[in-house]
Structure formats: structure tokens, C-alpha cells
């Protein structure tokens, strides 16, 4: 198994552009989330989907958007990116409970100028 | 709302000396709670986790125990290795949450031969 696989690893951005990070896993889990961590803040969370079709919103959702339409693959969309967007982007997994193991990504770091 | 709270690093030690990161945490019901590492340049992993009080959860030397009555779950390790330096995040997953992890702000480790 490859795990959760992230897309790209670094980019670089000027302001107003728009990009999608890519996130994929193997482990037929149910659960995918997407999380920024920034200094001093630790990982707080963008959207998160519980199925394929199935998205919502989490803490800090506002300039970006997600689909699920399969169970492997869960894209996060920059529409049009900003400074305050600079950040390191994280993509898990899990099975559908609250107990159990989430999966991380490698991280995409991103910089907005 | 729910909150992590967890002490700021960096904490610096040397090899063989004990290691403990203090973390509470405000939530309702019965959270699930979980220590995450993470090692430079990647994502997080699991360390361990505690999902009902008076649980401990230990892995690769390290434990924490959930402690209801002060709403805690240090994380602790005798004896540490330089191979230990990296960051340490606390974590709580409310009841009938679907896996959204509410984390700390994160405590850089740092162990010197």
C-alpha cells in the first residue's frame, strides 16, 4: 500500500492564482480530511468528507473547495490564492470512527506571494 | 468549543534524561484523545492513544495516561534517544465527531548527544 499520497510537494503561488492539491489513498478508508498547519497553531482542518459525495466544512474552510467523487481521491481547490494561504497542507484518512488511526500525508507546502 | 492545550517548546534535553510534555484539554462527553509525531520534513504519525479514562496508551517507549478529573494526557518517556527529536502534537476527537481531530499547537523536542 502506498498510503496517503500528496501532490505536489512544494508551489509556489502569486496572488489571485488558482491550483488543486491532490490527495489519494489505497486503504479504502471511508474518512479523508484536509488540514493547514501553520506556526505555532498546530493542524486545524479545512473540509472533510465521510464518504464519496459526501463533503463539509471544517474550521477554517473560507478560499477553499473539496469534492469526493470517489473513496480514493479527495482534491482540495484554491480558487484564488492569497498570502494568509501560505501554509503547509496536510491530507489524511481513516475508517468512520472517531477511535481510530488517522493516516497523514508527506504535506504540500505552498507560498502565496 | 472544544481546545488542546499543550506546553510550548522548544524543549531541549540531552540523551538519557526523562521527557514529559504536558497537555490538557476542554471538551463534553468522552473524547478520544492521541499524541502525534512528527519527524522533520514529514507528516504525522500516531503515537499512541487513550479513548476512555484511566486508559494508557503507550508505544516505542513513550505512554500517556486520560485522566478524567484534570482533563490531561501528558505524554511521557524515561529515557530518551536522539532519534526522538521531532515535534509532538496532542489531540482529542469528540464523541460522535467522525474522526475530526481538534490538535495542540505542537512541542518541538529537541535531545543532544
Known amino acids: 500500500n502506498a498510503g496517503v499520497t500528496q501532490t505536489p510537494k512544494f508551489q509556489v503561488l502569486k496572488t489571485g492564482q488558482s491550483m488543486t492539491l491532490q490527495c489519494a489513498q489505497d486503504?479504502?478508508?471511508?474518512?479523508m480530511s484536509w488540514y493547514r498547519q501553520d506556526p505555532g497553531m498546530g493542524l486545524r482542518l479545512i473540509h472533510y468528507?465521510?464518504?464519496?459525495?459526501?463533503?463539509d466544512q471544517g474550521e477554517v474552510p473560507n478560499g477553499y473547495n473539496v469534492s469526493r467523487s470517489t473513496t480514493e481521491d479527495f482534491p482540495l481547490r484554491l480558487l484564488s490564492a492569497a498570502p494568509s494561504q501560505t501554509s503547509v497542507y496536510f491530507c489524511?484518512?481513516?475508517?468512520?470512527?472517531?477511535?481510530?488511526?488517522?493516516?497523514f500525508g508527506p504535506g504540500t507546502r505552498l507560498t502565496v506571494t | 468549543g472544544d481546545s488542546v492545550t499543550q506546553m510550548e517548546g522548544p524543549v531541549t534535553l540531552s540523551e538519557e534524561a526523562c521527557l514529559t510534555i504536558?497537555?490538557?484539554?476542554?471538551?463534553?462527553?468522552?473524547?478520544?484523545l492521541f499524541w502525534y509525531v512528527q519527524y522533520p520534513g514529514e507528516g504525522l504519525q500516531l503515537l499512541l492513544k487513550a479513548t476512555k479514562a484511566d486508559d494508557k496508551g503507550s508505544n516505542k517507549g513513550f505512554e500517556a495516561t486520560y485522566r478524567k478529573e484534570t482533563t490531561s494526557f501528558h505524554l511521557e518517556k524515561g529515557s530518551v534517544q536522539v532519534s526522538d527529536s521531532a515535534v509532538y502534537f496532542c489531540a482529542l476527537s469528540p464523541t460522535d465527531s467522525w474522526g475530526k481531530l481538534q490538535f495542540g499547537a505542537g512541542t518541538q523536542v529537541v535531545v543532544t548527544p
Open positions: 468528507s465521510v464518504g464519496a459525495g459526501i463533503t
Open positions: 504536558n497537555c490538557t484539554y476542554t471538551a463534553t462527553g468522552y473524547p478520544s
Open positions: 489524511a484518512s481513516s475508517f468512520n470512527r472517531d477511535d481510530y488511526e488517522q493516516y
Open positions: 486503504m479504502n478508508h471511508e474518512y
